[in-house]
């Protein structure tokens, strides 16, 4: 972790704080640079939320319909021992030892920690992404290695975090904690112990009272399914992970909020609930994504098969497609067959009037590009080293969600439902652009100049206007006085690839409608999954 002066974390705070004020472009920008800019550094960087402290505490969550799980007692969790008996006022011993000489970094756990589990997480989550958004650099006989699980501290180091790698860690990340936080309200209700604070009336409460029962502990459940799911994903980033989850559990038995046996109970249920996410992960199609040499040459020979011009690489040495296989991935909530069904009809040909239509309007704002159409294009950009599209959409979710106030519960799903369909897509779009194989403008005519980096995959759909589509349509649903921002958003997302010249206008206004119909499939869900 590096250090910042403290003038510039003022000033990256106070930008943080217009969050809470507007959704509107300005905010939304200095998250963005603020996510950039601290982006190793998240405890000093989210400071200024305010501790979690719901109206509406979701008392029947326990009910709600998840996403893997069979049923909220799949997994089993053993009776808490009684609060009279000596193990639990040890317990109650252990909170007031604590208490009695709280440190200053003890202090700062609380303050982090107390905005909420789910969305320390998904900030952490954003971090690590952008730590591992880097594409491997070639070898010297101009190839280029590939990360890989099996020595994930070679060089290059797993992952390259590139958007469908991290559309889908986010989706199992939120996934997962979905399904443990419904978990831990089932429980929670079914043994009905009280909080400490309530057992002892002398225990000082650091953080607002909640009256739900306090076992299982959510915190100690979400860092035991989060754990065990980033293990899985950043697999060379387990010990800042385990730091982190550590801090968490701690915070609660200092706080006044849990007892030890109401955290580590909770650890326990989480990592039951990820080993079924780990299992599905193992067996979902992303290890087989990127393909082989004889699948990207049939994809060239394809596409001049049917008379058009394929996609080739422009990076020197040319470096192979990125993940042409993940249109195979198995989702959440789509079957292939809807994969399928729902892929965009074909682009202009490449020898059509409409097409050289569409590459002289790409032209043209890449030779006039606005004061106001670059700021858009540098604002939407999220390229390397950055917490890609479905990170940028995830940051705005936040913003939003913190000015509703939602219980853990309800942040965790709101969070699924928008990452879920994150993931679906990034399946959905890799389908097109690799059924497709249409070649990026600046491929077609070298004299274009591009305003941002040219992605190493096919231009049709755009990614951009994909993800934001599907993301836009979940947060309209989920917040609906919202929705005319989010929509304006998604818009501004789709156009900045043309703005940039690096889409069609085709590969956006296509690619916004496949998102529209992907997001929904996470809508219809959140209308039967008993939340609403």
């Given at each position: ?7 510039k974390?003022?000033?990256l ?16 920008f ?7 800019s601290c ?23 326990g009910?709600?319909?998840p996403?893997l799980l ?14 009279t008996t ?17 440190t200053?970094?003890?202090?700062r ?6 905005a ?14 952008a730590?591992?958004n880097?594409?491997?650099?070639q ?8 990360p890989?699980t ?21 989706a199992y990340?939120?996934a ?13 209700k079914?043994y009905n112990?009280?909080?400490?604070f309530?057992v002892?009336g ?13 076992y ?16 899985l994903l ?19 038995i ?10 580590e ?13 780990t299992?599905r992960a193992s067996t979902?199609g ?6 082989n ?16 011009t394929?996609?080739?690489?422009l990076?020197l040495p ?23 069904a ?13 097409f ?9 704002y ?7 159409h ?7 950009a ?7 599209p ?20 309800r942040?965790?799903?709101?969070l ?14 890799w ?8 070649p ?6 070298s ?5 941002t ?5 096919p ?20 917040i609906p006085?919202?929705?005319s ?15 940039g ?14 998102g ?12 039967t999954?008993?939340?609403?």
């Open positions: 972790m590096f250090s910042i002066s403290l003038k974390l003022k000033l705070q106070q930008m943080k704080n217009n969050i809470y004020t507007t959704l509107g472009k300005c905010c939304l200095a998250l963005f640079l603020l996510n950039v982006n190793n550094d998240i405890e000093e960087s989210n400071q200024q939320y305010p501790q979690l402290n719901p109206v509406n505490q979701d008392q029947l969550a009910t709600w319909k996403i069979t049923a909220p007692d799949e997994f089993s969790l053993d009776v808490p021992v009684a609060t000596a193990a639990y006022k040890a317990e109650i011993n252990e909170i007031k030892s604590y208490q009695s000489n709280i200053n970094d003890q202090q756990i609380i303050k982090y920690w107390s909420g589990g789910v969305l320390r997480w998904n900030e952490i989550m954003q971090t690590l992404v730590r591992h880097r594409p491997p650099y070898n010297q006989d101009g190839t280029y290695p590939t890989t099996a020595n994930p501290f070679a060089n290059p180091q797993f992952p390259f975090s590139n958007p469908p790698f991290a559309a889908r860690a986010y990340v939120s997962a904690q979905y399904d443990a936080m419904v978990a831990t309200w089932h429980y929670k079914v112990r009280a909080a400490p309530v002892d002398s225990i000082q409460v650091l953080v607002p009272k909640s009256t739900l029962p306090s299982p502990s959510e915190d100690g459940v979400l860092a035991g399914v989060t754990v065990e799911i980033l293990k950043f697999p060379t980033e387990i010990a800042y992970i385990q730091e982190k989850a550590d801090e968490q559990k701690l915070y609660r200092i706080s006044g909020a849990n007892v030890r046996s109401d955290v109970a909770g650890a326990a249920l989480g990592k039951k609930i990820a080993a079924k996410f299992a979902d992303a290890g087989a994504a990127i393909g040499q004889a699948l990207w040459t049939q994809l060239e020979t394809n596409a001049i098969a049917k008379g058009e394929p996609w080739l690489s990076d040319v470096r192979p497609p990125m993940l042409p296989l993940f249109g195979n991935v198995k989702s959440f909530l789509m079957k292939p067959a809807d994969v399928v729902n892929r965009p009809s074909p682009p202009p040909s490449t020898n059509s009037p409409q050289l239509t569409e590459l002289n309007e790409v032209k043209k890449s030779q006039e590009a606005s004061k106001e670059m700021k858009i294009v540098t604002f939407w999220d390229g390397v080293g950055t917490y890609t479905p990170g940028h959409w995830n940051a705005i979710a936040n913003a939003a969600f913190v000015q509703e106030n939602f219980s853990e519960v942040w965790a799903r709101n699924a439902l928008l990452n879920i369909a994150l993931m679906d897509a990034a399946i959905s779009c389908d097109a652009k690799y059924y497709y194989f249409n990026r403008p600046c491929q077609v005519d004299s274009i100049k591009t305003l980096g040219v992605p190493n995959f231009a049709y759909v755009s990614g951009h206007s994909t993800f934001s589509g599907a993301a836009s349509t979940v947060l309209s649903h989920i006085s919202k929705a921002k989010f929509n304006t958003m998604a818009t501004e997302a789709s156009n900045s690839r043309l703005f010249a690096i889409h069609y206008r085709s590969d956006c206004e296509k690619g916004l409608l496949l529209k119909a992907v997001g929904n499939f996470a809508v219809n869900r959140a209308t999954d008993g939340a609403e």
